[in-house]
């Protein structure tokens, strides 16, 4: 089945980068939840609110990787556009 939203597939490319790189996405359903990059228990994760638009999840991304070292992998070229326009 076709994914009718480019950025769906965009999200679901970020989330394997982060995972590739050693950094668990974790998809939440709370109300009032902050989203991004955090340190629990020493290991660092990405917390993403289910109800947010791709479009959003996508920003949490990009913020969140922006600045990680990703040389040493391939990452897609829109993704490091992305990352490098953020």
């Given amino acids: 089945m076709s994914e009718a939203n480019p950025l769906a597939q965009i999200y679901r ?3 394997e980068l982060s995972e590739q790189i050693g950094i668990p996405v974790r998809e939440e359903a709370t109300e ?3 989203c991004g990059l955090f340190v629990l ?5 990405i917390f993403i609110n289910r109800a947010d ?3 959003d ?4 991304m990009v913020n969140a990787l922006r600045k990680k070292d990703l040389s040493a992998i391939f990452v897609k070229p829109v993704l490091r556009e ?4 953020g």
């Fill in 57 to 60: 999840r996508v920003d949490v």
């Fill in 32 to 34: 009032n939840m902050r």
């Fill in 13 to 15: 490319d970020f989330k």
């Fill in 53 to 55: 638009s791709f479009a």
């Fill in 82 to 85: 992305l990352l490098e326009k």
């Fill in 41 to 45: 228990k020493g290991k660092e994760q």
